[in-house]
C-alpha cells in the first residue's frame, strides 16, 4: 500500500499538478482507516478460520479414532500379543490417620497410570490432547484395584476428579484423585516404641499375568509432598516391590501382576515420654519416701504407699495412652515393673510393721518371765534370810540341795528354836526339787530387767529400711537400663521392609 501511494505522488509530481495532488491527498486522508479496518477484517476472519479449522480437525481425527469400526474399547492393546504393560506412580498428599485398633490406615494421593495403545496413534499439529473423564468411556482404561483396600473412593466434587492424556505416538497416562484406606497388620509387642510397615497392594482384578503387566514408573514412582507430615509418626522409607499373585479362577489358577508399597512408619515418643514413662517413674520414686518416715508413724507410711498404688492403677492400667491388644506390649511391661515396684514398698512397710510388732511381743514376754524369775527368787530369799546359818551346798543327781548350818546370832535377831530350823529347811529343799532352781539368785541392778537376749535380730525392722532406701532404687535403675536396651536395640519390628536404605528412600 505505501509503495502503491509512492508511486501516485511521484506521477503526480512529475506532473506537477497541484490540484491533482490535493484531490488524492483528501480521498487518503478519508479512506484510508475503512481501507486499514477492511484489512483486519480480513485478517481476523482468516485467523478465525484457521482456528475452526484446527478444531473441526481435532474433532474429525477423535471422532475417527474412536470409531467402532477401528477401535473397541472392550478389547485391551495388543491383544494376542505381548502383555500390556501399566506403569504406575503415587503422589501423596495427605497421609492418616493410623489406627492401631482396627489396623487401619488412609491417605489422599494422585494415583496415575501410562501406557500404550497403537490403535491411537494420530498425525495432528498438537503433539498430546488432554481430556476430561468423559473420554474415559470410550477408551480401554486398566481394570487396577488395590488388593487391600478397605473403603477407597474417588474425590467428585466438583466433578469426577480425573482426566486423561493421549500423546500422537498412543500413550494414555491417566490420572485421579483418591483417598485410599487400607489395612496394615502392626506388631505392636515394642509399642510405643515400635516401627511399622503399611503396605499398598495394586494390582489388576481379571487379567492375567499374561495380558496385563504391572511397573513401577521408575525409583521414585511412589512420593510425598513436601507438607505431609503426620502427628504420632515420622517417615522412616518407602520400599517399592514387584511380585506375582497366585489366584484360584473355579478350576485353575491364575498369576496376576502385583505391585507393593511399604510406607516405613516409626511412632513418635514425646507424648508417651511425658504422659505414661515419666509419671510412672516418679510415682515409684514417691513410694521410696515411706523408708525415711519413721516406722512407728503407720498413718504416714500406709497413706503414701496406699496413694502411689492407686495413683499406678489409675494411670498406668487406666487405658490412656495404650491400645488395647491380643499380647503384652512394651509400655505394659513398664507399667507392671513400676506397679510392682510401688506395690513392694507398700509390702516392704507391712513386713517392718510385723517384725517390729513381733519385736515388741518377744520384749513383753521376756520382761514377764524375768518378773515371775524376780518374785520366785524373792520368795526363796525370804525363806532362806531369817536364819543365821551359812549355806553348805551339795550337788546331787542334776540339783543343788542346800543344808544350813546354826549359828550365834546377834542380839537383835529373834531366837528360833531348832525344830523351826528344821522344818524351813525341809521346805526349802521341796521347793527347790519341785522347780528344778538353785538357790543362787541373778542379781537386778538398780531394779532394771536384763534383756540382753530378748531376741536376737532385734534390729531387723531397722535394718530392713536402710537396706530398702538403697535396694529399691539401683534395682529400678537396672531394670531401667535392661528395658531400654532391649525394646530399642535388641528386639526387632518384625517387619517385612527394610527399614533402612530401600528401593525408594524418602
Not at 501406557?115 to 498438537?126: A, P, V
Not at 487391600?148 to 474417588?154: A, E, V
Request: some cysteine; hydrophobic content about 40%; glycine content about 6%.
Amino acid at each position: 500500500m505505501t509503495d502503491t501511494w509512492g508511486n501516485v505522488m511521484s506521477t503526480a509530481r512529475r506532473r506537477s499538478n497541484p490540484l491533482f495532488l490535493l484531490s488524492v491527498e483528501i480521498i487518503y486522508r478519508q479512506f484510508m482507516p475503512f481501507i486499514w479496518f477492511i484489512m483486519a477484517l480480513f485478517i481476523a476472519v482468516g485467523a478465525h478460520s484457521t482456528e475452526l479449522q484446527k478444531l473441526s480437525n481435532t474433532t474429525y481425527l477423535l471422532d475417527t479414532l474412536l470409531s467402532e469400526d477401528k477401535y473397541d474399547r472392550r478389547i485391551r492393546p495388543g491383544i494376542g500379543g505381548d502383555p500390556t504393560v501399566i506403569q504406575t506412580d503415587i503422589e501423596i498428599r495427605s497421609f492418616g490417620p493410623i489406627s492401631e485398633t482396627e489396623m487401619i490406615y488412609s491417605m489422599d494421593c494422585y494415583f496415575r497410570q501410562t501406557w500404550y495403545d497403537k490403535r491411537l496413534r494420530f498425525h495432528s499439529h498438537k503433539d498430546v490432547l488432554s481430556m476430561d473423564w468423559k473420554f474415559l468411556q470410550k477408551v480401554w482404561i486398566p481394570d487396577t484395584f488395590f488388593l487391600n483396600g478397605k473403603s477407597s473412593y474417588l474425590h467428585k466434587v466438583t466433578v469426577p476428579n480425573k482426566f486423561i492424556r493421549l500423546r500422537k505416538d498412543g500413550q494414555l497416562k491417566y490420572s485421579m484423585r483418591l483417598t485410599v484406606k487400607a489395612s496394615c497388620p502392626m506388631h505392636l509387642r515394642k509399642y510405643p516404641l515400635d516401627t511399622q510397615a503399611c503396605p499398598l497392594e495394586i494390582g489388576s482384578y481379571a487379567y492375567p499375568i499374561q495380558d496385563v503387566l504391572y511397573e513401577w514408573k521408575g525409583p521414585k514412582a511412589v512420593s510425598r509432598s513436601d507438607d505431609v507430615v503426620l502427628s504420632q509418626y515420622d517417615f522412616v522409607n518407602i520400599t517399592l516391590k514387584h511380585r506375582d499373585n497366585v489366584v484360584k479362577v473355579g478350576d485353575r489358577e491364575d498369576r496376576r501382576s502385583i505391585l507393593v508399597v511399604h510406607f516405613v512408619i516409626r511412632r513418635r515418643r514425646g507424648y508417651f515420654i511425658l504422659q505414661i514413662y515419666a509419671p510412672c517413674a516418679m510415682i515409684v520414686g514417691a513410694s521410696w519416701v515411706s523408708f525415711w518416715i519413721n516406722r512407728s508413724d503407720a498413718a504416714g507410711r500406709v497413706a503414701v504407699g496406699a496413694t502411689t498404688v492407686l495413683t499406678m492403677v489409675t494411670m498406668g492400667f487406666g487405658g490412656r495412652g495404650r491400645e488395647k491388644v491380643f499380647s503384652a506390649t512394651a509400655i505394659d511391661w513398664f507399667v507392671v515393673m513400676c506397679f510392682t515396684f510401688v506395690f513392694a514398698a507398700l509390702v516392704e512397710y507391712a513386713f517392718v510393721n510385723f517384725i517390729d510388732n513381733y519385736e515388741k511381743l518377744q520384749i513383753k514376754k521376756q520382761m514377764e518371765l524375768d518378773r515371775e524369775k524376780k518374785k520366785k527368787e524373792d520368795a526363796i530369799g525370804s525363806i532362806a534370810e531369817p536364819a543365821d546359818t551359812s549355806p553348805v551346798k551339795e550337788t546331787a543327781g542334776g540339783f543343788t540341795s542346800v543344808r544350813f548350818q546354826r549359828t550365834v546370832g546377834k542380839d537383835s535377831r529373834k531366837k528360833s528354836s531348832e525344830e523351826h530350823l528344821l522344818q524351813q529347811q525341809m521346805q526349802l529343799q521341796q521347793l527347790m526339787q519341785n522347780q528344778k532352781f538353785s538357790l543362787r539368785r541373778r542379781p537386778f541392778t538398780g531394779g532394771k530387767l536384763s534383756l540382753k537376749k530378748v531376741y536376737k535380730n532385734r534390729h531387723i525392722a531397722s535394718k530392713v529400711d536402710s537396706y530398702a532406701r538403697i535396694v529399691f532404687p539401683v534395682t529400678f535403675a537396672v531394670l531401667n537400663v535392661m528395658y531400654w536396651t532391649l525394646f530399642l536395640h535388641i528386639m526387632d519390628d518384625e517387619i517385612v521392609a527394610p527399614i533402612e536404605n530401600g528401593e525408594n528412600s524418602v
